[in-house]
């Protein structure tokens, strides 16, 4: 990894600082404390991981002078495979995080700023705490090793191995550890309890007493046959007789009814001739009647005729009655005119006179004569009326009593035709109740036959044993229960002798999923002894090269001293205690006793040392050193530091910040950072 350029705006104090690292080969970052040296590499933290040295600070978003909305890091990598991105990272409006590959307009496109930073962070091969073991030493960290717990130590050096992997491997052994184990624990609870039920159960006496049980059951199922034919054949004659017993009943009915038919007839024609012969009285009464009717036509007609006589007589007298009315009407007409002297006459029109009306008193008297005759005449006719309705009424007398003879002969006559239907009836069912009587006889012959031979045959099957029904039902009724009950028995046999065989077959696959688990279980237990004492092995083996490495720098910085590094010799604990000596003068003294310059001195050669040790652990190569106040003193010997430096990092940029005065000419470029107006500004020369 190489960085190329960094600008920043609006970060910290720096408000648009262009920082060109491509062109900073041994470079001296130097200005007045708070000027904004560190920032620069903070923010290079922030934009390329998100995070910064300096683990607190209020705002990382410029806040003095002004304050801005929106504050911008923008970082030129060169990655390993030689190809550059821009990294750019925003806060405030617009936050977030950007990749770009060289060139390109737009970002590579991801989901979230996590599989941004994710892949970011795969591209640089490290994340931010690799990177400020490896090439960021960053400020007031002065002496954290060597003045740190020994315990902690191993920490450093453990993190800088990627331990990371072996802690998994160590946590994932323990959870198997503890899951191989408890399934190793259920695999012998198992074991137990099958153990338990086969050790208890006889297998071949179960067999034995299996086969004694079914040969038992084909016996009682052979018994049952015998039993069910003997009780099937007494079935069979109980139905017989019982058909016969019906055959029975049903020829008495018909006996009894046949009997009782008979009877009945016979008390019909009994009660037919029961009742006494009505036919000669009857003759004899409907004689005087017929005699009484001799001339019935005669009065009849002589009736009718005189009916007509007399409405003739009506009829006349009515007309002789209208005739007077119209004489008497005539009169009185002429009678009126006589009244009208002097006046139109109504019937000719002419003036009536005196002597006119001497002719209407001679027309007066005419019509009272013809009046008169008039009155003799109807009363004449009315008389022979008044004698013809008389001689009608006495016909009409003699017509009532000859009809009432004729009724009574008309009901004689109906009486005799009963008496002569009943007669005929008592003869018809005399041939009936013959007829009857015969056919039944024969029948009834034929019934008794039967009836006979039923009674035979219901003899022969009381020769059977019918009584033995009951007993035989209950002898089948209790073999079929015994069977049933053998065969459950033997059902339960066979379901124990197979639970036996599955238990052994289970057993065994117990057994051997238990062996498969011990096997695993053993080598699990190997590993867990294992792992941890690869820790220890591999810092045990690291630790000649770190102290080596380190010496080998403080040999040329700071002669006659030396650090020996020295971890548990049993490795029981995770210890690494330091000794450092003045082999010169044969003193051992603690880091704190050193002088600052000795303590800087020493600080850098284990830094160095140590990331040498995570360059060549990660394989990853950082182009840059950057070293953030590593030297509060620097003496006489700073050319040796310097020379030491160039030797051991020429190949790599140096980027050193610091306050030491006249070390200038040791560096190819001098950044120079000012803060004007709370702001930073970066200015470069070269030397
Ligand atoms: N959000 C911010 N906006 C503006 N200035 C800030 C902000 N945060 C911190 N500062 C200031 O930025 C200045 C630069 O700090 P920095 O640590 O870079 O200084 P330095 O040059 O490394 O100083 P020294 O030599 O003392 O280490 C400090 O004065 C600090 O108070
Ligand atoms: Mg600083």
Redesign the pocket.
Known sequence: MDIIKGIYEN???HKNTEIPFSDLDFALFK??????????F?IMCWVLFGETA?KK????????PDKPKTGKGTVDVVMDDGKKYTVTRKVGRGKGLWIYEDGAEKPISFRTSTQTQQFIEKLLGMNFKTFLNIAYFS?GDVGKFLTSESSERIKVISDLLDFEQVDDMISKNKKDVENISNKIENFKGQLVVLRGKIDGIDVKRMQREKNMKIAASDKTVEDLVVVSQYLDGIKIKNEITDDIQNLKKSHNNQLTNAKHSLAQIKSTIDSLKNKKDMTPELKEKIKVCQEKLIGYDDVRKNLNKLRDEVSEGYGELAKHENKLETLKENKKTYEDILKMEGCECPTCRNIVTKKNLQHIKQKIDEISKQIDKAVIRYNEKNEQLKNKINAREIADKNMEALNRVKAYETDLKNKLKQEENRHERISESVIQYNQFKDSSKKQLDEIKKNIVRLNHDLSYYKDYKLTDLKEYQEKYNKLESLRISIEKDVALLKFQIQDYYDSVKRLKQVEDGMKVYEDEYKIIMYWKDALPKIKIEMIDSIIPFVESETNKYLSQILSGKMIKFMVDPDKATNKLDLFIYDYENGIERIFEGWSGGEKDKMTLSVYLALNKLASLRSGKRVNFLIL??KFSTLGDESKNIFDMLRNEYGDRKIWM?S?VKEIDSEFKEIVN?K?IN?I?NVQISYN
């Not at 200005?31 to 620069?40: L, P």
């Not at 600070?57 to 003095?64: C, F, G, V």
């Open positions: 970060i910290f104090s200005g007045h404390s708070g000027s904004g040296k560190s920032s620069i903070d300096r600070y209020k705002s990382i978003l410029r806040d003095i400020q953030d106040e910040i306050h950072v803060k709370n930073s």
